[in-house]
Each structure stands twice: as C-alpha cells, then as structure tokens.
C-alpha cells in the first residue's frame, strides 16, 4: 500500500528552486503544498508552471500550516540559518541548499536544533546523488580502490565574480560535499590550507588551491576558479589497489577505474628500512575499467531520500552533520587564507547520532 | 665561413649523457671530443654509437686537456657542484643537467665561479627549447596574453619512486624553469608553500603540491606526483587577455590559446569601491586559436644556444642564473614541507651580468 | 511597430510536436492556435504545458478555421504528403518535419502545389539553424576553405531499429539536409552510391554507406549507423585553402578550421603533364582556429524564418525544395542498394521559384 | 640450447629497410648478413650504424652465398616480383615488404614458387605484430565480440601524393593486412567496390572509401585519405556481443570493448515475422573495458616470426597467401574504380598448403 505523500513547501524561487518544486511534484513521495518567495511574482510564475500550487511570501503564514511536514529552503546561504531554525521550531523537516549555513558556529546550532526536536535537517548535497557520486562511493566501501592515497579535485570554469562569497564558499562546497559522501566516515581533515588570489581585485579569492590532510595520511588537494576558459569538472582518487577518475564532462566514459599503480614491498615498509633501494618498488599496469552508469536525475533520487529519512526517522545521507562537516573545512580555508599558514581541525564533532 | 667548431666533452654515459653526445655530434657547432663515465665500458660502447670517440674514466685527465673548451654534465645531482667546479677552475665552460646543483648555495657558488672566471655557465632546461615553450614564451613577451592572472601545471605519471629525491626535486624542475624561461624578468615568487604526502611510506615526498605567489599578485600552482596512472603533461597560463593551454601529450594541438574570460570594469578597481555589483564584471567568449609549431629537436636548438652563448660571451639563454632561481623555489620548496607553512623569499639575487 | 503574430497549428503531439509548440509559444512571430493530433489525451497534455491553447483531433476541422496562417506537421513521413497537400488546399502555409515526404514524387507534387499556390512550404532541416552549421555555411560562402575537396559525415549509435524505415531514411536527412544547406548551390550529386547491411537480420539496414560524386569533382561519404556503441556526430569539410571539423559533441570546441592541407602546383595542373614529380606537392602546415560560437536554441531561429519567409513571400532558407533535393538522394540510395549499383541522378530539377 | 642464428640479408636501405636491419641485428634467432642496394653509399651507411655488416651492390652476387639462408625485401613494390622470385629461385626464404607483389597474379606466381620450392615466403604485414593487434585477433578468436556485424577502418592524414600508386594501393594494404589476420580464415570478401576521387587533379585517387562484402553478410569499410589536415588511425569491429575500438593515436587507451549493442530477439529472426514491432528489440549498455597492452615492437616480433616459420617449416602467421588475399582486393578496388559498379570475387584461392 502506498504510503500518503509528505506535504513540502518550496522557500525561494530564484535559480535552484524550480528544479526542487519540478522535483517534489514529479513522485509520488510529496505533495508540493506551496511556494514561498518575497517576490510573489516570481513564486506565482514557478507555481503556475508545475500546476495550481499556493503561493505565499510571508514564511511566518506559511510555517503556521500544521498540514505543512517539511520545507526545502532554496534561498542564500545568509538566510539558510534564520529560515531553518523557524522552520525546526515550528516542528516542520528541513532541505538546505549548500552550503548548509554562511559559518560554521550557525550550522553546528542548526544540526543541534533539529537533534533536540527529533527532526531531519538534510543537506543538499545533490551531487552525491548522480549516478557517478553513487558508483563512487560504493568503488570505495567495497575496497575496489584498497587504501586511499591521494585525491584531486578540479573544478574550474569562467563563473560568475560575487561580491560576497569568495571561490571556494562558492564552489568548493561540491568536492568537499562529494569527499565526504564517498569517504568511509566522513571528511575528516587534521589540517586545511587555502591558498587564494584575486589577480583582477575583485575583493575576493577568484582562484583558490585547498590543500587537506586526512587523518590517514592521504592528501586531498581542490582547484577551484572562477577565471578558466576551460571547463573542467575532474575528480581523481588514487588507491593503493587502483585508481578512479571520474570526468564529469565525457559523457561518454564519465568514470575510469586504472587497475594500474605503484608497489612498494610489504617489507620494506614494516621495517622500516632507512636505504631503500629501488627494487622494492614495483608497478602494476593492468587494465582500464568504465562501468555503466544506470540513468537517474541526481534531484529525483535527493527528494526521495528526504522522504525516506523522515518516514524511517533516521539521519539522511547527506545529513545536516555532514553539512557542518563541510562548512568546518571552508571556515578553515577562510582562517587559512587570513593567517597564510595552515589551519588544524579540533577533534571532529560527534554529532552524528539524530540529523 | 663557418667558425671552427667547439670541442666538448660528455660526462656521464647513463640516461641522459646519450641524448647530448648525439646532438653534439649531429651539428655544425660542436666537435665530440670525447666521453667520460667511471665504467668505461658504458663509455665506450656510448662513444661507438656516436663514431670513434675518445673515451676516459677520469675527469681529472679529462680537463688536462688543453683543446677542450667546454663539458656537459649528465650525472646524478649530487656530483653537478664538485665536477662543475673542476671544469669551470680548468677554464672549461659547463652545461649542467637539471638540477644545477643539489643545494641553492652550491649552486650560488657556481654561478659565482663562472661569472668571476668570465665562462658560461648554462642550465640544461631542455624544455625550454620545445617549439611550444619558445612559442608561449613569444605569446608573453608580447602582450598576448595580458597580464598573467594564474598558472597551473600539471605534471603527473606512474613515476620512479626514488630513495634519495623528493617528487619536487625530481619533477618541479621542468615546471619551474619552464615558468622561469617564460615569465618576463624570471620566476620571482615572494612566497613558497610546499604540501607533500608519502602514502605509500616510501620515505620521500610521491606526491606534491607548490604554490607560488608571484610578485604581480598572481599565484602559480604545480602539482607534481609520482602515483597516477594516467599521465598529464598541462601547463595553463591564464591571463587578462587571453589565456593559454599547453597539453604535451596531445600532438594534435599542443598549444590552445583562448580569447575568453573575465573583465571586471576599471573604473571598480580604481575606485576600489566596496560595494561592487556583478554588473561591472563582463565575460569575452571569443575565438579559440591553435598555432603552428615548427618541428625541431629541442636538445639540438640547446646545444647551438650553448656555442651561441660562448661565442658571443654572453649568458645563455637557460643561465646558471636561471638554475639558481629554480634551486631557490626547490630548496624553499623543501623548507616549506619541514615548517609546514609558507616560506618567504629573500629579496631576489642580481648575478645575471655574467654567466 | 511590431507586426501581428501569425496564426499556426502544430499537427502531431509526439516526439517533435512539443518542441515546435514550445518554439511557437516563445517568440513574438507566432501565435500558436492550436495542437491537433487523433490522440487528444496527448493532444491535451502538450496544449498545457504550453498554457491554454484549443485542442482538436480533426484536421480537417482545425484547417476550416480561416484565421489560421500556417500549420507545422510533426507526424510519421508517410502522412506528409497527405496532411501537406490538404493544408495546401486550404490555403495554409505549411512546415514539415523532415523527411518532407515518403518519396521523391511525393515530395515534388507537394513542392509544385505550393508554388501554384503562392504559399511558403518549408522543410523543418533544424540543425541547418545551429550556429554551428550558419557558421560552416558561411565559412563555405565566403572562401574561407576554397574549393572544397572532399567531404565526411558520420552520424553512428545505438539507435532504435525501425521496421518501417531504414537507416538511410532516418539519419541520413540531416547529413543531407547540412550538406544542401552550405554548399553554393544546394546539393546536387551526379551520382551516388549506397551500401547498406542488415547483419541482425532486422529486415532493414543498419549499416550504411552513401557515397555522392558532386559536380565539382569532390566525393561526399556519409556513414550511418544504428549498431554503433560509441556516439559519433562529425562532418568534415576538406577544402583546398582549408579544412573544417565539426564534432557536435564536443561543446568545448565545435567547430576547427584547420590552415593546413596539400598544394598541387598549378602548372602542373594545366600542363597535364604525364609524369608528375613529387616536387609539385607541398604541405601547408598552418594555425588551427576555433571560432565562437553565439549561443541560441536551432528550433527558435527556424521558426523565425518560417514567420519571415511567409511575410517576405519568399522561399525559406531551407524551402521545400531543399526538401525535394533530399529526397532525390535517398530515393537514390534505396535505389543503389537494390540494383548494387551507381545511380546517376536527373538533371535537378528548377523549381527554386517560389517555394 | 639455443639454436643457431638464421642468416638474413636486407635487400633495400631506403626508408623501411633500416628497420629490418636493427631489428634482424639485435635478438638471438638472426644473423645479419648483408645489406644490399643499388646505392651502396646508402647501404654502407646502414651498415655502419648497425655494425661491421658486408656490403653490395649486387643481388646475383648475394644470392650465390649458400650461406645465405633468407632476403628481406624493402624495395618498391614493382620491383618486388622479380627480387623475390630470384631468391626464391636461389633457394632462400625471402620476407616481403607489403604490398607483396604489385599485381594478383605476380603475387600468386611467388606463392606457388615458393610453395613448390617449400621454401617461406612472408609478408611483412607489421601492424599485425602490435600488441593491439594480436589482441583484437584475440578478442575476435575466442568470440568475445560475437558475430562481427560491422567494420569501419579509417586511416587518414596529409600524405605524400604518389605519381605511381593510388591511395588504396598505397595506405589500404595496412587495413585489409590487419583484417585478414584478425578475420577467422582470412579476409575473404564477396564483393569490393571502391570510389576513389582525384579533387586536385594529381592523376590519381588521393581520397578512398572501399567497401566489402563479407561471406558472413557483414560488410567492411576502409577510408584512406591523403588529404586530411587531422590524423586518424582507428579501426571500430562491431560484434553481436561487444564492439572494440582501436584508436592507435590514443596511447592512454588504445583499445576499448563496449558491452554494449542491439539485441534483436531471436524468435523473430527465426521465425521471419514480416512485421517486426520495436519490442523484439532490446539494448545492452554495459562496462567499457580496456585491456592493458603488452610493451614489444611489432617489427622484433615479427622476424622472430619470420625464423620461427623457417624452422618449423610452416607457413608464417602473414604469410605470401594472406599478401595475396590482400592484392586480390586491391585489384578488384582498381576495377572497381574503373567500372564505377562493384567486383565480386571469384572463389577464394586454397594456396594455404605450403607458404
């Protein structure tokens, strides 16, 4: 038997919006309840287009409906707190577009509101939800890759100069968002390094170099920029057994998996042996592997692990925890690029257990 | 009429010395006296494929002679000072491999013996001499591309795992003199910060990130590893005009210049007012361009840039100089790992006026 | 001041239907009337989505209504002919998906019934109004690439097996439908050759090879193909000054212009010397260049012309003769493929006229 | 114990024969005779760049040393007849640059002379002795791709234009050698057409589509082309079960098997059904799979073939029959250019037997 859908309202119908409201209206999970926008116009122009949905632009109005089970807030990052922490207190799940919060202090309160309420705070980490994302993190769970050795992220374009948010508030949200959904337990970084430049004097880091130091040991490093003519969307994870890139922009071979690496002899390691010579060294070159992807749309499966954690009252995925996960790293890049010296992460909240 | 050639010898018959004598042997400039390498039969079997060649196993014996007006060093690193110094202290002048020298202050004195004894003293940056490098180096030096804005390069394969050499000491090399060679005035970086990893407990960096502030603002980035098994040779040099990508490994078109990016209004950054809207930032989306590049041997244009700079008693292109500017971000490089932070650059040497 | 919108129908609520709908509903030129189609419930669903536009599922009925200007036929090709002819009667200027019709006389009889008529019948060849393709034409027009050489299309994947049609019928028109649209002229081969096979067993080729001779001399070769697991889409364009690429998968670079090519010396060419030395051939080995491209959707463009061709009583840019042209090729091909032969084509027929 | 070394003479010191000769010199199963040509300047420097090896002008004189076991012939192709049917008359083995002879019926003359003199006569197909090669005969071998429903070999690039020879003759004998050794029992098609056109008017076809005939319904096509700015070396064997593409300028992954393709349900095949619905077809969107390639040269593997045969007193794996399966399709290609309409061959040869 079909279980009765969960009513949801849209907050803000600016870009990402619509692709929410389109979404929740297309299963069978939700009933889309009602847009939300200061700009009526607008929301009675997103509202028209997925069918007769109720319009209001007063959040307060909109919270009181105690039909209302969640809200999804598609508004700037300033707002996320302010909105969210209404919506947890008027008892109603919660959708924050990325980032989760504008610091870190403001997230961590919102993940600790919603544990105290019993309610889903998710993030919306969308990108953990494309086929690739998914794949990704199974490569990993199930050992494919072994060990974890080095991970490089890029993800560079000509963008948009904002006057607010410097590149990496910006766009490092994706990587970090995706490093912390496919690594076993999270993103957890002893040290973040940010490097920044505005060459133009845009008053803000257009281009950006993160630089993390896992607790393993492994390197994470992330290019972002705003000023590259060429557009790359590249994430390699090198593995002591193999390793994945995952080429956002070939849709024709999006993921490779290189059973192909280095090998340095069990021994020489455990002894620790100071002159080590070459021959302890050895490489594998063995196949190349592209696995099929199966076709879904990344939001689709999103709203549905947003219904699915509620109904189950369990954490989601993309939990508000690993929405605080995200904003420690870039709140250590902001520190970071302020100090010019690398930044070291207090021992990692243990937040996990309710949102 | 063509000048007498020059008589040169070869020291070291291992990886690359082979590479030398036979550029050497292949041009008008230069006469192949002879080859020189402890195990003589490497030597010897070096010195047939090249005609009947001397051979010797001794450098002192080498520089006794008299006819011998310059060597070429192709030995390990840590040998470059001590048979730099003998030939230049013999009257010989020296073409030494990548890197000049194993530390910056051996590699200062060498630049200091060559210019107070009046003889050349000459880095061999191969690359430089690729039609792709002269070609960017044009593209730069005339305005091409505008003011550099940021640089990336990207140097990465199933690399060497060596016991005595990091990956930046190994691989940043190319990189770094190649931005040498192109950056009008040389790369002069204020600061260096240095991110290595050794995930596989090699004992030594494999895997590497440098980042470069450089004096005009902008900020180079250089990520060198010896652990991925797909190999990227890509340097892009970003700029106010254009920006340009050089991918080595793609004989089709090497060299992509762009004629897009970012404009950010003059009038906002003179004003440098605080508030400043997206609508003083505007985007190009012109043409892409791809120029022809001649076909030449990037060792033998070397080899006559070496007698050209003899000749004309001039420092050569790729200078001892130039090698000094690279040991210094290679040696801070290494600084930068130990502290963990940014290392500042002393104000930069001025020893160009000779060697 | 802005002309009245010009009244039109969509015939066909399928696959096509809804994007000329949308098309239709978007710019200032059009006024869409109403969606017709025997399946209403469908028929019902498209006029939604494009807001409250009339539904009917009798042409003959919609094609009473004395306001309507114009209809746009997105059926099945064998009910071109009959929906085309009848709109014609009634006096309604009329666009036809491509194939314009089931067959050449078909195709020619609709053509002549226009013109009779004095009314626009214009071949939907949408991809003719890419900018990707207005720029080849226009490369092609204006001798950028000079006289052309030879040409090569490939349009190859995975694609349904249809039991109806083949594979020459169904990709083919668009390779033909580009190649009419930029060559000086229209395309108008002296023969041609096809080669198809069914290795499956389908009961209809899969696999195709279509060879036209054109009357300049050059060889047009267009390979078609359902069982391709890679996707290509590629028209090359070997011109004698230059030759271009277009990879219409690759957004990155579309369009190359390559200033490259093989000089035959001219004297050897008007001598018509028996024995030709090798010393008559020289390489140009030139700059690679990729213009820009604006950006705007084909669909739009199209139905903008249809609008201006109507107003300006002139023939579309791609005229049901273009159509015809398209047709005459095919009808060839099917021809070549039975008799396994050449098939040279009648002198092109005249009827550039009106329509 | 190893066997002592076979004695080779290289006939030819142009642009192939120096291959042979460092490859004859440097593995165990060879011993260097001699090196011969017309120009014993040229044959002396070759001589000297691999040794002390004798020199002459003279091919009676070579071929009176009973020393002399086997000739690698590297002349141009009209001469190769008369070369081959000396030695063979001498007695010797004798490897033939391809093509074999420059017409079917001199081809077949040496394949029965040496078949009666039970002496080896190989061509000297090289690519076949790559490591992509050898696996796609592999791949093709053991049914991994299924029923081979379709081929498509393009080779293409800016080529010398040849006043005697065609680019059929000239760049197609590389695509039918490889399809013959890959094909199970050869390549032995149906029927050949061929267009060729001469766009620069050079005196011969400088553009070639060639298309076969399969006896198992598939059909084969070849486009060479020496006018194309963009060099493409790749060959596409569809199958019932995988497709592999061979992309030899693409040495990150040369090879790659698609699981994918069209099922056509097997019931309707057999069954005959008129009318097919698109239900009876079905997709695989499977893995891409890369096969890691062994590191050889192809021309060391085959003189180790070229002794092995010898030895063994069996016909090579390129043997003088599989040159001539190849001559009999370049000539039905000639005929075919001259008839305008398509050759069907005659009844394949069984020459197999002996060389």
């Known amino acids: 038997m079909p279980e009765t859908p969960l009513s949801v309202a849209v907050i803000g ?55 209302l089970d969640a809200v999804a807030i598609a508004t700037p990052a300033r707002t996320h707190h302010g909105l969210a922490t209404a919506a947890l207190a008027a008892g ?26 019993g309610l889903v705070l998710m993030a919306d980490h969308t990108y953990c939800y494309t086929p690739a994302v998914l794949k990704i993190r199974e490569l990993v769970a199930t050992g494919e890759l072994g060990e974890i050795l080095f991970i490089d992220s890029v993800r560079i374009n ?25 690594l076993p337990g999270g993103l957890r970084p002893v040290r973040v390094s940010a490097h920044g430049s505005d060459p133009l004097g845009a008053g ?34 090198g593995g002591s057994r193999r390793t ?16 192909r690496g280095v090998d340095l002899s069990r021994t020489a390691r455990e002894t620790g042996e100071e002159e ?15 696995p099929a992807l199966p076709e879904h749309e990344a939001l689709s499966a999103m709203v549905t692990e947003f219904a699915a954690a509620i109904r189950s009252r369990r954490p989601a995925l993309t939990s508000g925890t690993a929405g605080v996960r995200v904003l420690s790293v870039l709140e250590a890049a902001t520190h970071s690029q302020v100090s010019g010296a690398p930044v070291t992460l207090r021992p990692t909240l243990e937040l996990e257990s309710a949102s």
């Open 13 to 67: 119908a600016g870009y990402w919006g619509p692709n929410l409201a389109r979404n929740f209206n297309a299963g069978p999970d939700w009933q889309l309840a009602a847009i939300c926008d200061l700009d009526t116009d607008k929301a009675t122009r997103l509202a028209r287009s997925v069918g007769a949905v109720p319009v209001t632009g007063s959040v307060q109005e909109l919270l009181q409906n105690p039909d």
């Open 92 to 117: 109603k799940h919660v959708l924050v577009e990325k980032p989760l919060a504008d610091s870190l202090a403001r997230g961590e309160q919102m993940v600790a509101q919603a544990e105290a309420a």
């Open 158 to 182: 000509l963008g948009l100069i904002q006057p607010d948010v410097d590149v990496f508030w910006d766009l490092a949200p994706h990587d970090l968002a995706i490093l912390d959904f496919v």
């Open 204 to 237: 803000t880091s257009c281009v950006g170099h993160l630089v993390l130091e896992l607790d393993t040991g492994a390197m994470a490093h992330i290019h972002v920029n705003w000023l590259s003519p060429t557009k790359i969307r590249q994430l390699v994870i």
């Open 244 to 259: 994945l890139v995952w080429d956002d922009l070939n849709p024709q071979q999006r993921l490779s998996v290189y059973d």
């Open 276 to 290: 080590r010579s070459q021959s302890n060294v050895s490489y594998r070159l063995g196949d190349t592997w592209s």
